[in-house]
């Protein structure tokens, strides 16, 4: 009998957990695992590795955790246990970036080492951050609205939203225009 109360309560509370936090974060554990998966080899070798995976059940397990555990923490933390560390390689124009997430942010590296941080703080305000400097670039008021930091020292409302990029732009390249006549 109390096997059968425990296993119950138990059931209960994952349902719960599931149904009642709507959950649905980026996966980040099984988005690894897929990752590292398509860069083993060609097309046939990734997909006999990938058959295999779900027959030992790797990727079942991974959508489990994630779903029931990380997820859940995402959701109620708001921050991702499995994206902090994590590194991508970005091919630009003209170098190779790595650029690694952090906890608040982003660090960017080039190929001579240079480095620049995005970070974001309590108050939803994004900063660059070098060795040698330190400076706003935004802040997230609300889904609709952002502050934007200019450099000239002041600050812009922008309505999050095509129109208000579009006068953001504007506005910037009004600036520009009267800092180079």
Do not use: H
Not at 87 to 93: A, F, N, Q, R, V
């Amino acid at each position: 009998m109390k096997k059968r109360s425990v296993a119950v309560i138990m059931a209960t509370v994952i349902l719960g957990s599931v149904l009642f936090t709507s959950c649905i974060g980026s996966f980040g554990l099984t988005n690894k695992l897929y990752g590292w998966n398509k860069s083993v080899g060609s097309k046939f070798v990734n997909e006999l590795v990938f058959f295999a995976m779900v027959v030992i059940p790797v990727y079942e397990v991974t959508m489990f955790v994630d779903g029931i555990v990380l997820n859940s923490i995402e959701f109620w933390s708001g921050n991702n246990p499995v994206a902090a560390g994590e590194i991508k390689t970005i091919k630009g124009e003209k170098d190779i970036f790595m650029v690694e997430a952090l906890e608040n942010g982003y660090k960017i590296q080039n190929s001579t080492g240079d480095e620049i941080s995005l970070v974001c703080d309590e108050s939803n305000t994004w900063s660059v951050v070098t060795k040698d400097i330190s400076a706003k670039l935004l802040k997230v008021v609300d889904e609709d609205n952002a502050v934007v930091y200019l450099a000239n020292g002041k600050e812009m409302n922008v309505p999050l939203s095509e129109a208000g990029v579009l006068a953001f732009r504007q506005a910037v390249d009004q600036i520009n225009l009267v800092a180079f006549k």
